[in-house]
């Protein structure tokens, strides 16, 4: 089978308004299995959104090539489901209206759209709050909602844009604990960009290290040979966890901190 995601010498240039382009990324090159499980983690403004932006059809590369299960991939990848950092939640619709438009624009009876959607809010834990709103919702159930409201339409390729980052560290690992969970019931392809090395390990098959821009690139690829199913609390005080951490860091130091002096610590 071919991969789910590949992405082939991707670059990517954006035309500045002063004239010239600016380099976001440079000659990057992924495979994602079908299945697979891959973080990609790097320093602040590295160009790990820009190239989920490539895999989901959202920006065009400025040269290089984006297959999807072997075809090119040329316009929105239709196969992909996106989870963004910032929420998007319709405020003025309840929890179970919010899961169930995304069947229902997809052409679904009102009716059996919102029973699947209960059915959806009743894995996440959420049965009861199907008819609460946004607002009334904490940070973590919104998160719950928003996962459910990208599962239930069945992507084969799930695409996270740092989604756990606003959630303080408790809910973050329970927030993860669920998207493992979920995750291993039909083993979707998953990229998962982070900016925490930690969550990255304890989540995912491969962690993709990028270096700092500009032009940033793919420099490094580690396996992660941690049994599954896993406990996140219980992984990372694994030795074979701290092992990989520490062999991993040593790298990303060197990025972050060279991000870093080029932002002039902003």
């Given at each position: 089978?071919?991969?789910?995601?590949?992405l082939?010498?991707?670059?990517?240039?954006f035309?500045?308004?002063?004239g010239?382009t600016?380099?976001?990324?440079e000659?990057?090159?992924?495979?994602v299995?079908?299945?697979?499980f891959v973080a990609?983690?790097?320093?602040?403004?590295c160009?790990?959104?820009?190239?989920l932006n490539?895999?989901?059809?959202?920006?065009?590369?400025?040269?290089?090539?984006?297959e999807v299960?072997?075809a090119?991939?040329?316009?929105?990848?239709?196969?992909?489901?996106?989870?963004?950092?910032?929420?998007?939640l319709f405020?003025?619709?309840?929890a179970?209206?919010?899961?169930?438009?995304g069947?229902?624009?997809?052409?679904?009876?009102?009716?059996?759209a919102?029973?699947?959607?209960?059915t959806?809010?009743?894995?996440?834990?959420?049965?009861?709050?199907g008819a609460?709103?946004?607002?009334?919702?904490?940070?973590?159930?919104?998160?719950r909602?928003?996962?459910?409201?990208?599962?239930?339409?069945?992507?084969?390729?799930?695409l996270?844009?740092?989604?756990?980052?606003?959630?303080d560290?408790?809910?973050?690992q329970?927030?993860?604990?669920?998207?493992?969970?979920l995750w291993?019931a039909?083993?979707?392809?998953v990229?998962?960009?982070?900016?925490?090395l930690e969550?990255?390990?304890?989540?995912?098959?491969r962690?993709?290290?990028?270096?700092?821009?500009p032009a940033?690139?793919?420099?490094?690829?580690?396996?992660?040979?941690?049994?599954?199913p896993?406990?996140i609390?219980?992984?990372?005080?694994e030795?074979?966890?701290?092992?990989?951490?520490?062999?991993?860091?040593?790298?990303?130091?060197?990025?972050?901190?060279?991000?870093?002096?080029?932002?002039?610590g902003g």
């Amino acid at each position: 089978m071919p991969p789910a995601v590949s992405l082939s010498q991707v670059s990517v240039r954006f035309r500045l308004a002063t004239g010239g382009t600016y380099a976001a990324v440079e000659d990057a090159s992924l495979a994602v299995a079908a299945g697979e499980f891959v973080a990609i983690v790097g320093p602040t403004g590295c160009g790990k959104s820009t190239l989920l932006n490539v895999a989901a059809g959202l920006i065009a590369p400025s040269s290089g090539r984006i297959e999807v299960f072997g075809a090119p991939l040329g316009g929105l990848n239709r196969q992909a489901g996106y989870l963004f950092q910032a929420e998007a939640l319709f405020p003025w619709k309840t929890a179970l209206d919010n899961v169930a438009i995304g069947l229902e624009t997809a052409g679904v009876q009102r009716g059996e759209a919102r029973e699947r959607a209960q059915t959806w809010l009743g894995r996440v834990g959420l049965s009861e709050f199907g008819a609460r709103y946004p607002h009334m919702l904490s940070g973590g159930q919104r998160k719950r909602v928003g996962l459910v409201q990208v599962l239930i339409r069945d992507p084969k390729i799930l695409l996270m844009d740092e989604p756990f980052g606003p959630l303080d560290a408790q809910t973050r690992q329970i927030m993860g604990n669920l998207l493992l969970d979920l995750w291993n019931a039909d083993r979707k392809a998953v990229l998962f960009v982070t900016h925490d090395l930690e969550e990255a390990i304890a989540l995912s098959d491969r962690v993709v290290i990028m270096s700092a821009g500009p032009a940033a690139r793919i420099i490094g690829d580690w396996t992660v040979k941690l049994p599954r199913p896993r406990d996140i609390a219980e992984i990372k005080i694994e030795p074979a966890f701290q092992d990989l951490q520490r062999e991993i860091w040593a790298m990303l130091k060197t990025e972050v901190l060279r991000g870093y002096a080029q932002t002039g610590g902003g």
